[in-house]
């Protein structure tokens, strides 16, 4: 059985999330920061009048923190048990169906927190797409 998956880019890594997870993709968006929120939350947006959490993916992956503009990237937005949350993300990719026996466990040589947010990943032609686990990553507390 294949699998269909979003893919975006974080810092030019190719990172996939289950595509019926994903509600929609947006861009250009105002951001309302919120007072005292840990650093990996950049705020609210509201989507047709739906309030939704940005998260900082790379920041809550222990990755370089380099969003300049926020606003100007792209967000993904998500279905969460009911909960609408965004990961905001570099750049995104096309969503890609892959044959199930292509899948491996999360390499060794990533870091131990990125891997432990990992599904696994899946050997492409010219590249790896290492697959988030969804739940894990939003579940996560900022240490």
């Given at each position: ?13 190719y ?42 993916i790379?920041?809550r ?10 606003e ?7 279905n ?13 990719g ?14 060794a040589?990533?870091?131990v ?8 990943a ?14 894990k ?7």
């Open positions: 059985m294949n699998q269909q998956f979003c893919t975006f880019f974080l810092d030019k890594i990172f996939g999330i289950d595509v019926l997870q994903v509600q929609e993709v947006i861009r250009f968006t105002q951001i309302t920061p919120v007072p005292l929120a840990p650093p990996d939350i950049l705020g609210l947006i509201n989507l047709r009048g739906k309030i939704v959490t940005i998260i900082d790379k920041s992956l222990q990755m370089n923190q380099n969003i300049k503009n926020p100007n990237n792209y967000k993904i937005i998500l969460n048990k009911s909960e609408l949350i965004s990961l905001i993300v570099d750049d995104i096309d969503v890609v169906e892959v044959a199930e026996n292509q899948f491996e466990p999360p390499p040589t990533l870091k927190k990125i891997r432990s947010l990992l599904q696994g899946y050997k492409l032609q010219d590249k790896f797409l290492l697959i988030l686990n969804v739940d990553l939003l579940a996560q507390n900022i240490e």
